[in-house]
């Protein structure tokens, strides 16, 4: 019995480790380089809405665990050159990429079994800042193809 316990603990806490996000690693990876860090958890962040916001947003909430916000020191790009190997390896798809002047953003999503798990948004610009923003999700393709779809956001380049 005692050994069954134990091994049934060793299979928990493995599956928990392998819960974390490849975000959350590249993170921990460039933790010494980073200039501001906060974690939120998707609960949290959704008692700060009132029932009258929009409903693809809650939807986002409920079916996300948790955010993170980063900004990190780029001085020399090296954290952008690992970040750009992070999604190679990660395979996580560029879904929409904006650039005007020296400012940059983009949109990546990891999919995993026809299920988005990870959202990564990335904002720079050739100053010495890289922002990162990343939410642990559990939504369809199709939830998130509806929710873009929907989305009214315009886009100037004044």
């Known amino acids: ?24 690693k590249f993170y921990k990876k ?25 409903d693809d947003l809650q939807k986002l909430l409920k079916k996300s665990g948790d955010f993170k916000l980063m900004i990190f020191n780029n001085d020399d790009a090296s954290v952008s050159k690992d970040f750009k ?9 560029t879904m929409a990429r904006v650039k005007s002047d020296d400012s940059r953003a983009a949109f990546y999503i990891l999919e995993k079994n026809e299920m988005v798990k990870e959202i990564v948004l990335q904002a720079n610009s050739d100053n010495d800042k890289l922002i990162l923003f990343g939410i642990k999700t559990n939504l369809t ?15 100037n380049t004044d």
């Open 1 to 24: 019995m005692k050994k069954l316990t134990i091994i049934l603990c060793s299979l928990f806490m493995v599956s928990a480790v392998a819960q974390e996000t490849t975000f959350k």
């Open 30 to 54: 460039h933790q010494d380089q980073s200039a501001f860090s906060i974690n939120l958890s998707a609960s949290l962040a959704g008692s700060f809405l009132n029932n009258d916001d929009n």
């Open 85 to 93: 190997k992070y999604l190679r390896k990660n395979k996580l798809k």
């Open 141 to 155: 393709t199709d939830e998130l193809a509806e929710m873009m779809s929907k989305s009214d956001i315009e886009m």
